[in-house]
């Protein structure tokens, strides 16, 4: 628990030059009040490791240590908040580790021992390829609570149905149950985004619908690749095989359906 010693995001911004860079996605989060509201969403983080993506100046951060989290890892690929945060982190009574490394080459599994817990104002440029790389090796994620642009956490919640639905709601929710927390409007952040923000709460299934992942992904990739379209233009008789009806157009597929896709096109042409 936090001391009262634990530096301000504003005055690590202000002590280090931290302008936020449009290069690397940044926009930082310093309200305290909503930091802390992330913090709590993520749950119980007593005896886990929580891993943060793109700390910034450490507003969740410090959040995070103020929540008891047994182990924090902050994965910054800026050489200017790393240094700030090694001020945060000296301390945190060794319960912070700062990692100078791109995200999107960090294996999760390596950080600390399970269980593990990801709780990050994401990136928005490289949000999505975080998220399906971490779908992908979901061993010893315990939940993923994560920040993303409301239009791609609409995608991920969307159900069978909706205008938002696509690959990455299939994918998302084969994998893991995905939940809404809270949005959060432009003004949350400095600098303001464009666009409003969605907190949500994913937690990997400990048995999905049995499906190869490289199948899924195919089947996913080429049915939304012509999302107008029926599934027997893009799939052709794949859709027969698996009991469906080729006039169905993707957006209308459960999860399910995906899964019976994918196993009948590994009946069909075996790896």
């Not at 305290?32 to 951060?61: K, S």
Request: aromatic share 4%; glycine share 10%; proline share 9%.
């Amino acid at each position: 628990m936090s001391d009262g010693k634990l530096p301000r995001p504003q005055d690590l911004i202000r002590r280090y030059g931290l302008g936020a860079r449009r290069a690397l996605g940044q926009h930082f989060l310093l309200d305290p009040g909503i930091a802390d509201r992330i913090a709590r969403a993520a749950g119980p983080l007593e005896g886990r490791t929580a891993v943060e993506i793109g700390p910034g100046p450490g507003g969740l951060t410090r959040a995070l240590l103020e929540a008891g989290a047994e182990r924090i890892v902050a994965v910054e690929r800026d050489a200017r908040c790393v240094e700030a945060l090694a001020e945060l982190a000296a301390a945190g009574e060794g319960r912070l580790r700062v990692l100078a490394a791109d995200a999107l080459e960090v294996d999760l599994a390596a950080l600390g021992p399970a269980p593990i817990k990801v709780v990050a104002n994401l990136p928005y440029n490289i949000a999505t390829p975080l998220l399906v790389g971490w779908l992908r090796r979901p061993d010893g994620i315990e939940s993923m609570t994560l920040m993303f642009q409301k239009e791609v956490a609409d995608r991920l919640l969307a159900l069978p149905g909706s205008r938002a639905r696509g690959r990455l709601s299939v994918l998302a929710q084969w994998r893991a149950e995905v939940r809404h927390c809270f949005d959060l409007p432009p003004g949350a952040f400095t600098p303001p985004p464009k666009v409003s923000s969605s907190v949500v709460a994913l937690t990997p299934r400990l048995s999905p619908v049995p499906a190869h992942p490289g199948d899924l992904e195919t089947v996913t990739a080429r049915a939304f690749g012509g999302r107008r379209k029926m599934l027997r233009r893009t799939l052709g008789d794949l859709p027969a095989r698996a009991g469906l009806d080729g006039t169905m157009r993707p957006e209308e597929l459960t999860v399910d359906d995906f899964c019976a896709l994918a196993v009948a096109l590994r009946d069909t042409d075996p790896q």
